[in-house]
């Protein structure tokens, strides 16, 4: 049973801007409105109840707070002097008002007096109203645990095999306002590696509350690995609910148990059965070809996300070559950049508004399925539309064609979608090279591959979006790029701004940016190269601190907000780590410590995902107030654990995916190489100055 219940009243709404500063509330700004305030009730409001029962039972491991925070969203349509009462009923018993004073600056309340033995039922409304605008049962069950567990489906095609639980997307599939999960589980993971396995890839939602809704198998002619498996999962027309898209192929099996075969009803095996085998041109190979797969159709297709049926289906982007094997894969070689499967068989997914991005909370216009394949040499990005249940072909855009051989080798391993030229339409970034909304070039800034790739506001006295990206060939980045192995530049342009490891510094694998230190106006960005962490504002060296984790590595990994303050925190394999030392939950703890959370202490420990890419499935604000949540796998792979920070705040902000740059960023979450979140507004300590 869902715990979100609410009234629906349909009243007058007042908007302001979902993309501007304005949508940030510090301690200090708001005063109520004098006149009524009622708003539009739906389930939206996301109200959440974190409780963490072991709080303090290890001195900066565990949470720390033995309160219960009670937290809902801000939307884009709530005035900007809204406040709040809450109201609160144990067992039944008549209900109390927990505050004196209307909640004004932030959307949580921290309940010192919880008692998670009994059922309590939190009630929110406009302050000074009767009418609920949202409401919460915590049960006792729920008081057991500071996650929610959900419990994963046995039912598997292979009970000897074990699935993991990898990359999860949340969204809304029924279109009833409160999200779902979306997770990829896999039997093994066949990126950068030949040979046979068995096993196929699995995706499969739930509701937040553990009910298991449907299952698609993706056949046994789509390997697993991030490489292979990508999904998006969003509302592409426009009916209120979403819909995931992703590769398909002969045997494929929906959610409604409805297959693809071939026309004799057949599920032929493209696998490769060659135990050592090689390019079919080149007679070479960085690893056996066995289990690759070089024939049979490949497709897109476009599921329904109430049952996992299949509404659309389209050929992919082709390999292709005609003709002998030796013939096609002379081609691959040619043009891919080898005949082995490795930079053929590299494809992302993702969506884009071409039309117009939402303003206001509101649609403009449909998005478009974006599809492309290849990073290493050539590659293609298509984009396609989903009308009258058919998916259209809107352009095509080729490295080889004119005009954009400058692309070549661009690709990175991940693709980021904003607006980044402020015409109110999003292009597509892909690696080192900008599409525009109508599929022309943009710019390409020569820099080359790279294996990280951060769009948003980092630098908040610049005008527009910047691009923060790290490059892996130095002889590129020198060459015909911008001279830095780490580098931030402007996102509507490709101008360099500021750079780092200037000249040749080999394979910069890894980079980040987020508003972590309190001396710097702004945004800070770091790399793998562990100079330091650098002002976005003004391109020089902050500290040559940078941020760590477990054992004392660096962290490049993902920024969240976690804790009450307007910065970010390291979110890196299981752990939530802040820059600067501050944790006022553990004043007993030394001035110098800097560790949130460690989420292994945890239901038996967590795990994260993608070898030393560290993921959690999947973290973002889907519940509650501003801050995000996030999603781990069991360390036994049977269940995934939702955590929610229960941290107070006297800050807030409107919910973080009404803003476009976030909505997209996180909507591609895990596209190729995970990337973590950003706004296209900048949240930080500057804000409180």
Same mark, same amino acid.
């Given at each position: 049973?869902?715990?979100?219940?609410?009234?629906?009243?349909?009243?007058?709404?007042?908007?302001?801007?979902?993309?501007?500063?304005?949508?940030?509330?510090?301690?200090?700004?708001?005063?109520?409105?004098?006149?009524?305030?009622?708003?539009?009730?739906?389930?939206?409001?996301?109200?959440?109840?974190?409780?963490?029962?072991?709080?303090?039972?290890?001195?900066?491991?565990?949470?720390?707070?033995?309160?219960?925070?009670?937290?809902?969203?801000?939307?884009?349509?709530?005035?900007?002097?809204?406040?709040?009462?809450i109201y609160?009923?144990?067992?039944?018993?008549?209900?109390?008002?927990?505050?004196?004073?209307?909640?004004?600056?932030?959307?949580?309340?921290?309940?010192?007096?919880?008692?998670?033995?009994?059922?309590?039922?939190?009630?929110?409304?406009?302050?000074?109203?009767?009418?609920?605008?949202?409401?919460?049962?915590?049960?006792?069950?729920?008081?057991?645990?500071?996650?929610?567990?959900?419990?994963?489906?046995?039912?598997?095609?292979?009970?000897?095999?074990?699935?993991?639980?990898?990359?999860?997307?949340?969204?809304?599939?029924?279109?009833?306002?409160?999200?779902?999960?979306?997770l990829?589980?896999?039997?093994?993971?066949?990126?950068?590696?030949?040979?046979?396995?068995?096993?196929?890839?699995?995706?499969?939602?739930?509701?937040?509350?553990?009910?298991?809704?449907?299952?698609?198998?993706?056949?046994?002619?789509?390997?697993?690995?991030?490489?292979?498996?990508?999904?998006?999962?969003?509302?592409?027309?426009?009916?209120?609910?979403?819909?995931?898209?992703?590769?398909?192929?002969?045997g494929?099996?929906?959610?409604?148990?409805?297959?693809?075969?071939?026309?004799?009803?057949?599920?032929?095996?493209?696998?490769?059965?060659?135990?050592?085998?090689?390019?079919?041109?080149?007679?070479k190979?960085?690893?056996?070809?066995?289990?690759?797969?070089?024939?049979?159709?490949?497709?897109?297709?476009?599921?329904?996300?109430?049952?996992g049926?299949?509404?659309?289906?389209?050929?992919?982007?082709?390999?292709?070559?005609?003709?002998?094997?030796?013939?096609?894969?002379?081609?691959?070689?040619?043009?891919?950049?080898?005949d082995?499967?490795n930079?053929?068989?590299?494809?992302?997914?993702?969506?884009?508004?071409?039309?117009?991005?939402?303003?206001?909370?509101?649609?403009?216009?449909?998005?478009?399925?974006?599809?492309?394949?290849?990073?290493?040499?050539?590659?293609?990005?298509?984009?396609?539309?989903?009308?009258?249940?058919?998916l259209?072909?809107?352009?095509?855009?080729?490295?080889k064609?004119?005009?954009?051989i400058?692309?070549?080798?661009?690709?990175?391993?991940?693709?980021?979608?904003?607006?980044?030229?402020?015409?109110?339409?999003?292009?597509?970034?892909?690696?080192?090279?900008?599409?525009?909304?109508?599929?022309?070039?943009?710019?390409?800034?020569?820099?080359?591959?790279?294996?990280?790739?951060?769009?948003?506001?980092?630098?908040p006295?610049?005008?527009?979006?910047?691009?923060?990206?790290?490059?892996?060939?130095?002889?590129?980045?020198?060459?015909?790029?911008?001279?830095?192995?780490?580098?931030?530049?402007?996102?509507?342009?490709?101008?360099h701004?500021?750079?780092?490891?200037?000249?040749?510094?080999?394979?910069?694998?890894?980079?980040?940016?987020?508003?972590?230190?309190?001396?710097?106006?702004?945004?800070?960005?770091?790399?793998?190269?562990?100079?330091?962490?650098?002002?976005?504002e003004?391109?020089?060296?902050?500290?040559?601190?940078?941020?760590? +984790?477990? !054992? /004392? %590595?660096? @962290?490049? &990994? #993902?920024?969240?907000?976690?804790?009450?303050?307007?910065?970010?925190?390291? =979110?890196?394999?299981?752990?939530?780590?802040?820059?600067?030392?501050?944790?006022?939950?553990?004043?007993?703890?030394?001035?110098?410590?800097?560790?949130?959370?460690?989420?292994? +202490?945890? !239901? /038996? %420990?967590? @795990?994260? &995902? #993608?070898?030393?890419?560290?993921?959690?499935?999947?973290?973002?604000?889907? =519940?509650?107030?501003?801050?995000?949540?996030?999603?781990?796998?069991?360390?036994?792979?049977?269940?995934?654990?939702?955590?929610?920070?229960?941290?107070p705040?006297?800050?807030?902000?409107v919910?973080?995916?009404?803003?476009?740059?976030?909505?997209?960023?996180?909507?591609?979450?895990?596209?190729?190489?995970?990337?973590?979140?950003?706004?296209?507004?900048?949240?930080?300590?500057?804000?409180n100055?």
């Open positions: 049973m869902k715990n979100l219940f609410y009234f629906a009243i349909v009243i007058w709404m007042y908007l302001f801007t979902s993309c501007s500063d304005k949508n940030i509330t510090t301690h200090e700004e708001l005063k109520p409105d004098s006149d009524p305030v009622v708003v539009t009730v739906n389930k939206s409001r996301a109200m959440w109840v974190s409780y963490d029962p072991i709080a303090r039972s290890s001195k900066g491991h565990t949470s720390g707070y033995k309160h219960a925070l009670i937290n809902w969203r801000i939307l884009p349509t709530d005035p900007a002097g809204i406040a709040f009462d609160k009923s144990e067992d039944g018993s008549t209900e109390v008002k927990l505050n004196t004073e209307p909640i004004l600056n932030s959307s949580n309340w921290a309940d010192s007096q919880i008692n998670p033995n009994i059922s309590t039922v939190y009630r929110v409304t406009i302050s000074g109203k009767r009418e609920t605008l949202c409401e919460y049962n915590f049960t006792p069950e729920m008081g057991k645990t500071f996650y929610r567990a959900i419990l994963l489906n046995k039912n598997v095609p292979d009970a000897s095999l074990t699935y993991e639980a990898n990359d999860a997307q949340v969204a809304d599939l029924d279109g009833d306002g409160e999200m779902e999960i979306i990829k589980r896999q039997p093994y993971d066949g990126a950068n590696q030949g040979g046979w396995h068995d096993g196929t890839t699995l995706l499969e939602a739930y509701e937040l509350d553990g009910t298991f809704l449907w299952q698609i198998d993706m056949g046994i002619n789509i390997r697993s690995g991030s490489h292979y498996t990508s999904f998006v999962v969003y509302d592409f027309d426009g009916d209120g609910k979403c819909e995931i898209a992703f590769r398909t192929s002969e494929t099996r929906f959610g409604d148990g409805k297959q693809i075969t071939d026309v004799t009803g057949k599920v032929n095996d493209y696998r490769q059965k060659d135990s050592d085998g090689k390019g079919w041109y080149s007679g190979s960085l690893y056996s070809t066995t289990g690759l797969i070089f024939d049979g159709p490949e497709y897109i297709s476009v599921v329904n996300g109430v049952n049926s299949e509404m659309a289906r389209t050929n992919n982007i082709p390999r292709g070559g005609t003709g002998s094997n030796y013939e096609r894969a002379k081609f691959w070689f040619d043009y891919w950049g080898d082995y499967g930079r053929m068989d590299r494809f992302f997914i993702g969506v884009a508004y071409l039309d117009a991005i939402p303003e206001n909370g509101i649609r403009k216009a449909n998005p478009s399925l974006i599809i492309t394949r290849g990073i290493y040499k050539n590659w293609q990005v298509w984009a396609l539309d989903l009308k009258g249940g058919n259209n072909i809107r352009w095509k855009f080729d490295t064609e004119t005009g954009n400058a692309c070549v080798a661009m690709g990175s391993h991940s693709f980021r979608v904003a607006d980044l030229n402020g015409d109110h339409k999003d292009e597509i970034l892909y690696g080192s090279a900008a599409i525009s909304s109508g599929g022309k070039l943009l710019y390409c800034t020569g820099n080359g591959h790279g294996d990280a790739l951060h769009v948003g506001k980092f630098a006295n610049r005008s527009g979006l910047q691009v923060v990206a790290c490059f892996e060939e130095e002889d590129t980045y020198t060459g015909t790029g911008h001279g830095y192995a780490c580098e931030m530049f402007d996102a509507a342009t490709g101008q701004l500021f750079g780092h490891g200037a000249g040749k510094n080999g394979d910069v694998g890894r980079c980040l940016v987020a508003d972590i230190a309190s001396d710097s106006p702004g945004c800070e960005y770091w790399s793998s190269l562990g100079t330091g962490i650098y002002s976005c003004t391109g020089t060296l902050v500290s040559t601190v940078l941020p760590t +984790y477990k !054992g /004392g %590595g660096n @962290s490049y &990994n #993902n920024a969240i907000f976690w804790t009450g303050v307007l910065t970010r925190q390291m =979110l890196d394999d299981v752990m939530i780590q802040s820059y600067e030392p501050s944790a006022p939950w553990y004043p007993e703890l030394s001035a110098s410590w800097t560790r949130v959370l460690t989420l292994s +202490y945890y !239901g /038996g %420990g967590v @795990s994260s &995902n #993608n070898g030393t890419k560290s993921n959690p499935c999947y973290y973002g604000d889907f =519940l509650g107030d501003y801050r995000e949540e996030v999603i781990y796998r069991s360390k036994d792979n049977a269940s995934i654990y939702l955590f929610s920070t229960n941290h705040t006297e800050h807030r902000l919910h973080l995916m009404e803003d476009h740059t976030y909505d997209m960023s996180q909507a591609m979450q895990n596209v190729g190489y995970n990337q973590p979140t950003h706004l296209g507004y900048y949240v930080g300590l500057a804000l100055e």
